[in-house]
């Protein structure tokens, strides 16, 4: 098992960057795949970025170039860069990781990009 917790969003205009953070409760040098995703308000939750050991780096075509996932072994931590923020990445971005069969999710923290 592992508890994940999201942080660093906020309200940012157009055009500005967000750094989050999902901080897990052990260890996550051997969690497979840990990843990001989000969930706009009507929409359904969609994968921003997933990284898994030893394989690529996925992004939805819509961050591309723009936004990065990585982690810290040391701090037990993911992160997700985001620049050059639009208006449609406004949700609730929510932190995974994939332990076996089983899906653990942090509690989400909200993005506004707005003006």
């Known amino acids: 098992q592992v508890q994940l917790v999201e942080s660093g969003g906020g309200l940012v205009q157009p055009g500005g960057s967000l750094k989050l953070s999902c901080a897990a409760s052990r260890s996550i040098i051997n969690i497979y795949t840990m990843g990001w995703y989000r969930q706009a308000p009507g929409k359904q939750r969609e994968l921003v970025a997933v990284?898994?050991?030893?394989?690529?780096?996925n992004y939805a075509d819509s961050v591309k170039g723009r936004f990065t996932i990585s982690r810290d072994n040391a701090k037990n931590t993911m992160y997700l860069q985001m620049n050059n923020l639009k208006a449609e990445d406004t949700a609730v971005y929510y932190c995974?990781?994939?332990?076996?069969?089983?899906?653990?999710w942090g509690q989400g923290t909200q993005v506004t990009v707005s003006s």
């Open positions: 990284d898994t050991i030893g394989g690529p780096i």
């Open positions: 995974n990781g994939r332990i076996g069969v089983f899906d653990y």
